[in-house]
């Protein structure tokens, strides 16, 4: 573990080289504590992978004091010993089909697999969220069953549809609103990833800690909650 | 209620505050004015709360009319400001009547201008900031820049008094700029060429610019090619890609990333950068973060203490 200033704003705790499934647990509880104990000069934290960055109020503290503090609360965690803490599992309903899932055949076809059984391997895994980025709401979710994982597209598609669900390598994650993306869409969501009315504090569905399942839908029960097919 | 009817958005205009602040982990980029010296002394002249919405008018050519009086405040790029025709002086508030123009020229010395009003732009707020992160749809009247007929709300009823920039504190954008880097995230891993090379030399403002990151042009930084898990942004973080040129990250980065960063540059040398042309020259200078915290403390003690005296002609310190 290595704790160091990275700007006037922020201080970044590394807590390995490699991304690792196991840190993630141990990250979440880092936020939980550094927020508990520091909470009125946190500004805000970004758990990432093998990361956590701190930004802080510069103006109550000094970078060194951060530095000294962070690495208290951490060997404190430490020394606790790991432990499990599960993390907050959520459902996420997929309608996978050929219309909404545009990479699917391919990706079957590709992979030697039928569609079924790409929607098996999707949905029996529970997967964790290791970061939230490139757009607001966005979770990297990981790991793949490696027979589905596949790199992405060497040319990103110009717009991918709101709750598209798309494969890149070991991971998958849903598109919290259309945007340009490169990732292989296997299907779509008809929950909402983020509420941009930002009335609850909390507009992103995910966070980093959380555990996720796909749960496998029909195209009626997609149209029910509120998914919306390609016209 | 009182408006700006845009009759010319120009470039590229938005709606920028202090930005959002505690949305990074929901994956929000920060947003907000990008050169926050000239920003806080809009607000400063209009006896404004430190952050509030101004426009942030990038090259020029915008154009609007007034639909009651109000007081203005114009800082930041150079750009040949005319109210009805007659010039307005620069770094300086003015008072405007109902059914006044306001034209911006072209740039010639900087890029960034802000317009701001007695009592800030009243757009609505999103995740607590009126902040345009066009990427993401967020802020302003439609999460998107200025367009014509947009009628911006501004409150009635505010009238400080008339005030200039002492002409010392005013920035001279065309002067080639050094600026304070730390050395972070992954600096260790840059060999000592790379780091060599990174702070003797200089470097161009490239055309690949804007508001998420200043692409700089120049002897190239061999980054280690070690695959790196995506890790949270700073503000001014320096991203090293593949090809060994420089990026500085602003206020619209993204929040997580996966290239190799030496290091990140003072919040108050990004401001100074983004009002730098394609063309200009940047130097790096390696510090420590107690000068630069030492430095932006200063800044914000400055801003948010000190006071008008002497008929407004003077500000004093706290």
């Known amino acids: 573990m290595r704790v160091h200033a990275v700007s006037e704003q922020a201080v970044q705790v590394e807590f390995g080289r490699d991304i690792d499934e196991a840190l993630i647990p141990v990250i979440a509880r880092a936020v939980e504590a550094i927020r508990a104990e520091l909470g009125s000069v946190i500004i805000d934290l970004i758990p990432s992978y093998t990361t956590l960055l701190c930004f802080y109020d510069y103006n109550q503290v000094d970078s060194q004091r951060m530095v000294r503090e962070i690495t208290r609360i951490l060997s404190a965690i430490y020394a606790g010993g790991t432990g499990s803490i599960g993390g907050r599992l959520v459902e996420i309903p997929v309608w996978y089909d050929l219309s909404v899932g545009y990479d699917l055949g391919a990706l079957a076809q590709q992979k030697s697999l039928s569609i079924t059984e790409i929607i098996e391997l999707h949905s029996a895994r529970e997967y964790q969220v290791f970061a939230i980025g490139f757009n607001p709401g966005f979770g990297f979710l990981g790991a793949l069953d490696e027979r589905i994982a596949t790199p992405r597209h060497s040319t990103p598609r110009r717009q991918v549809p709101q709750g598209s669900v798309g494969i890149a390598d070991a991971q998958t994650a849903v598109y919290p609103m259309a945007s340009p993306g490169g990732w292989n869409i296997i299907g779509r969501t008809p929950r909402v990833m983020f509420d941009p009315s930002g009335r609850s504090g909390q507009a992103a569905l995910l966070s980093v800690g959380d555990r996720v399942r796909f749960i496998p839908i029909s195209r009626s029960e997609f149209i029910e909650q509120g998914g919306q097919p390609d016209a | ?318």
């Open chain 2, 1 to 318: 209620m009182p408006e700006l009817v845009v009759l010319h958005p120009g470039w590229q205009s938005t709606i920028q505050d202090a930005g959002r602040s505690g949305y990074f982990r929901q994956g929000l980029s920060e947003g907000g004015a990008l050169d926050e010296h000239a920003f806080r002394w809009a607000n400063k002249l209009l006896d404004n709360e430190p952050n509030a919405a101004c426009i942030e008018i990038l090259l020029g050519k915008f154009e609007a009319k007034f639909t009651a009086d109000a007081v203005i405040a114009v800082t930041g790029a150079d750009m040949a400001v005319t109210m009805n025709g007659q010039v307005l002086s620069h770094w300086s508030s003015h008072s405007v009547q109902r059914g006044d123009v306001i034209r911006f020229g072209q740039a010639h010395s900087g890029l960034r201008t802000y317009l701001g009003i007695a009592g800030g732009w009243q757009t609505p707020r999103q995740f607590g900031s009126r902040t345009v992160v066009m990427r993401e749809n967020l802020g302003g009247l439609d999460g998107g820049p200025l367009k014509q007929g947009d009628r911006l709300a501004f409150k009635a009823g505010e009238s400080p008094a008339r005030r200039a920039v002492p002409a010392a504190l005013r920035p001279d954008y065309q002067t080639p700029l050094t600026v304070k880097v730390m050395p972070g995230y992954q600096y260790e891993h840059f060999g000592v060429i790379a780091r060599r090379t990174f702070e003797t030399s200089e470097y161009i403002v490239s055309n690949d610019i804007n508001r998420m990151g200043y692409k700089l042009t120049g002897p190239p930084v061999s980054a280690d090619t070690r695959k790196l898990a995506s890790e949270g942004i700073a503000h001014g973080a320096i991203q090293i890609p593949p090809d060994g040129q420089p990026i500085v990250l602003l206020k619209d980065r993204q929040t997580i990333g996966g290239y190799p960063k030496i290091g990140c540059v003072a919040s108050l040398d990004c401001a100074r950068l983004s009002q730098r042309s394609p063309g200009s020259p940047i130097r790096f200078e390696f510090t420590d973060v107690d000068r630069i915290q030492a430095e932006r403390r200063l800044f914000d003690r400055f801003f948010n203490y000190s006071h008008w005296v002497d008929d407004s002609r003077q500000i004093a310190w706290p």
